[in-house]
């Protein structure tokens, strides 16, 4: 196997972190191909946590090279601050890490105005990262790029039209444009702190490719974020799904070799927008609960749900998947009933994938089967679950038309079960 992309296949926070980290183990490059800050892995090693929002989750398997994509937004300051936390832990060295010149820069005329929009009525409820308005200049044709950090009069010039261009929204919006002095000063000071890591990431995973090294590609959300896809307008601004892999990464289709999908055993989102199967009652409380279900980025608590067969089916189709990696499976033990959505009713009819708009007005369709109260933590082979934890698994992969490639069964990377490694 050549590369692999794995992706989120709900609304994020399906414990990509963990998955990526585990098959890091076999692979020579992992490279981030979208989002930003705005993305957080919790990462467990030897009971110690550690978060990180820009450096892809594969940075704890010492023997990789890390690559941040051109489809990836960049704020400089959290990525040094990423890198003297892995320097502390003697996990990195400058030749590890390629940041192409070409991804865009968040900087922090992006965060003021991401704030600003989100305190009014109907919004989003954004991480206020500035991921939005960054990819705004990036699609308007007026953004910043790492590569400009190295060419200060071209940094300048193009933050001056940045800026004047913003100016007249952030006042509209009720806030006062960040000065240019400061922000010159700050990020020119990271871009040369940055310097040696900036380069041409494309080709870096190109002669990867040619030397037949493996590659894993890290999606960041998840598929019902995708600004295509996903539930608009409560979206991301990037392309989160398998497609998004090629663009945001600058390698064709053709180099693909699998494509995982990551899928919690329940949902979960953050943020606003329609969930059809949440459960804002005590069982959804529950489920907050004993998954720890509070944001990795932001620590806002995640409203939690039953597992959406529809939208996960929407996810296979649309990130043509090879498998499922389906974790946290151990929080539903104890439950006396396990609820999935197997369809919507929605408009007279039995929808099996969600609608293009309207998500918020269909009644999800349950299917209901037994709990267990088996601890799963010990389990490392599928054949170790409890007969009702594979019935659970089966149904879910019958109803998706996708086998299970993995089950994670707790936190750390031991409790895992591998039924399938994409690159063997
Ligand atoms: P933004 O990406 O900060 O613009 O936020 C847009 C929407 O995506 C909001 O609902 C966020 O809560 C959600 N979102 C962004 N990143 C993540 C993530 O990594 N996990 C879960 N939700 C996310």
């Not at 890091?24 to 892995?41: E, I, M, P, Q, T």
Request: aromatic content about 6%; glycine content about 12%.
């Amino acid at each position: 196997m050549g590369a692999v992309i794995v992706v989120g296949a709900q609304w994020g926070d399906e414990g990509k972190g963990k998955i990526v980290d585990l098959y890091s183990r076999n692979a020579d490059l992992v490279v981030r191909y979208g989002g930003g800050a705005n993305a957080g892995h919790t990462l467990v090693v030897d009971g110690q946590q550690l978060v990180t929002h820009l450096m892809p989750a594969g940075a704890l398997q010492p023997g990789t090279q890390l690559v941040l994509g051109h489809g990836t937004v960049i704020d400089p300051a959290v990525l040094l601050e990423e890198i003297d936390a892995l320097d502390v832990r003697g996990l990195f060295s400058s030749q590890r890490l390629t940041i192409s010149e070409r991804a865009h820069l968040v900087l922090p005329h992006h965060m003021l105005v991401d704030e600003l929009r989100d305190q009014r009525a109907g919004s989003l409820g954004t991480t206020k990262r500035g991921i939005g308005p960054a990819y705004e200049d990036k699609v308007a044709r007026c953004g910043l790029r790492v590569g400009d950090l190295l060419n200060e009069q071209r940094f300048r010039r193009k933050l001056t039209t940045a800026l004047d261009w913003w100016r007249p929204t952030i006042e509209a919006l009720g806030g006062t444009p960040p000065t240019e002095a400061a922000t010159v000063e700050r990020y020119l000071e990271c871009g040369k702190r940055l310097a040696p890591y900036v380069g041409d990431a494309a080709g870096i995973v190109w002669n990867a490719l040619q030397q037949g090294r493996r590659i894993l590609l890290e999606g960041a959300q998840g598929t019902l974020l995708d600004v295509d896809s996903g539930t608009y307008p409560f979206v991301t601004s990037s392309s989160t799904v398998s497609g998004g892999a090629c663009s945001g990464v600058g390698i064709g289709p053709t180099c693909i070799d699998a494509v995982v999908g990551i899928a919690k055993a329940y949902t979960t989102r953050v943020g606003n927008g329609p969930f059809p199967t949440e459960l804002d009652d005590d069982a959804g409380q529950a489920l907050r609960e004993a998954g720890s279900e509070f944001g990795a980025t932001t620590g806002r608590p995640r409203r939690c749900g039953w597992l959406d067969l529809p939208a996960l089916r929407h996810a296979v189709r649309i990130n043509g998947l090879s498998g499922i990696a389906l974790t946290k499976i151990d929080v539903l033990t104890g439950l006396d009933e396990i609820k999935v959505c197997t369809g919507y009713r929605f408009d007279g009819k039995v929808l099996d994938v969600p609608p293009f708009d309207d998500l918020d007005e269909v009644e999800p369709v349950y299917a209901s089967l037994p709990g267990w109260t088996e601890p799963l933590d010990a389990c490392r082979r599928f054949e170790d679950l409890p007969e009702r934890v594979r019935e659970y698994v089966h149904y879910i992969e019958q109803a998706i038309e996708c086998p299970a490639w993995l089950v994670s069964v707790g936190p750390d990377r031991e409790q895992t079960i591998v039924v399938h490694d994409p690159f063997m």
